[in-house]
């Protein structure tokens, strides 16, 4: 048994309290960036009950601001969410902060969500917001300027290092490809070979008709200058200068809950290359496993922002009419149970 409550006296859905004490949402998202959030505001809108539990750990925490995200453009990652979080909780959602570390399906339908806190919480739908880890290449200091002068998107960051000397780390077969994209920014731009396989003859020719010079040898390091990346230092001492330095990271998608859920990753490719793994989803975002849906990196790990927002709102329109359904069915159920029943005396 349920206590039921049929809304909150704004129009919105309520959570229902089951007998264990845990709250029961018609939806539950893991993951409060903007997909998760869309999602979440999408479903509050059609008067969903919704729990967005957040980890507070945005991919994009180090960036000091979003772009190409129409009407937001520069807002720093931490205004976009707030003001997100903001909105959700306007139609009736709500945030839990915390991290998500387990998930079963239960017997009668729905699934149970366990926090790192010791509680949880049910939902009728799941969708998996988690984004993706990026794995950086090593090389020492790297890792400190990630999300400042390291880069990785020339869509998110290009405008800003304009006309900068932009060093391109070279780690795979797409290190080329990179370079050439990155000469739109810059006319001063540095292909560092490290652990890429090295230009072929129609390659440097294509590197060296677009002015682009080429560096063999891997990098040791990267140099710092008064809180600047100043340049790169090659394995033999030397040290070539740059502003900006482009990487390509391991894009792996964020593996929690999927054990639990019965779900894997599979290998992500560009031209061929791996780089990186996603959960396998239809394009409204439904995993192999009914109730299960998931949005934004987790799903797609090229997305930019924006994108990831769309998908979220995608997937929560799928959710409720997944979930409209379900109840149009148990409607007619009770009707048909309804007329058919012996009339008492």
Request: proline share 4%; hydrophobic share 45%; net charge negative.
């Amino acid at each position: 048994m349920t206590d039921k409550v049929s809304g909150n006296g704004n129009g919105q859905a309520a959570a229902r309290t089951e007998a264990a004490g845990e709250r029961r949402f018609d939806v539950v998202v893991v993951g409060g960036g903007a997909a998760g959030l869309s999602a979440a505001l999408t479903l509050g809108r059609a008067r969903r009950s919704v729990l967005v539990i957040d980890a507070g750990e945005p991919r994009n925490a180090p960036a000091d601001g979003i772009h190409n995200y129409l009407g937001r453009e520069g807002a720093t990652p931490a205004e976009l969410l707030a003001t997100g979080r903001e909105e959700v909780a306007r139609y009736g959602g709500e945030t839990a902060e915390g991290r998500a570390v387990s998930a079963a399906r239960l017997d009668g339908g729905g699934f149970r969500v366990g926090l790192d806190d010791g509680s949880a919480v049910r939902a009728e739908r799941l969708l998996l917001a988690t984004g993706l880890v990026d794995g950086l290449p090593e090389v020492r200091g790297l890792a400190g300027r990630w999300g400042r002068e390291v880069l990785h998107c020339p869509y998110c960051h290009g405008w800003e290092v304009s006309g900068q000397a932009i060093g391109v780390l070279g780690t795979g077969p797409l290190a080329v490809h990179q370079a050439l994209m990155w000469r739109q920014w810059s006319q001063d731009v540095t292909l560092f070979v490290h652990t890429a396989p090295e230009p072929d003859d129609e390659q440097y020719e294509r590197l060296a008709a677009r002015g682009i010079a080429v560096v063999e040898g891997e990098v040791a390091a990267v140099e710092v200058t008064d809180d600047r990346l100043t340049g790169m230092t090659l394995a033999g001492g030397r040290v070539i200068p740059c502003q900006a330095l482009v990487v390509s990271t391991r894009l792996d998608a964020r593996t929690d809950l999927l054990a639990d859920l019965g779900l894997t990753t599979v290998e992500q490719e560009i031209g061929g290359v791996p780089i990186g793994t996603r959960v396998e989803a239809d394009p409204t975002g439904a995993t192999a496993v009914p109730g299960v849906w998931v949005a934004g990196n987790v799903a797609s790990p090229v997305e930019i922002l924006i994108g990831g927002a769309t998908a979220g709102v995608r997937a929560a329109a799928a959710i409720n009419a997944d979930l409209t359904e379900q109840e149009t069915l148990a409607a007619v159920a009770a009707r048909r149970a309804s007329a058919g029943a012996a009339p008492t005396a």
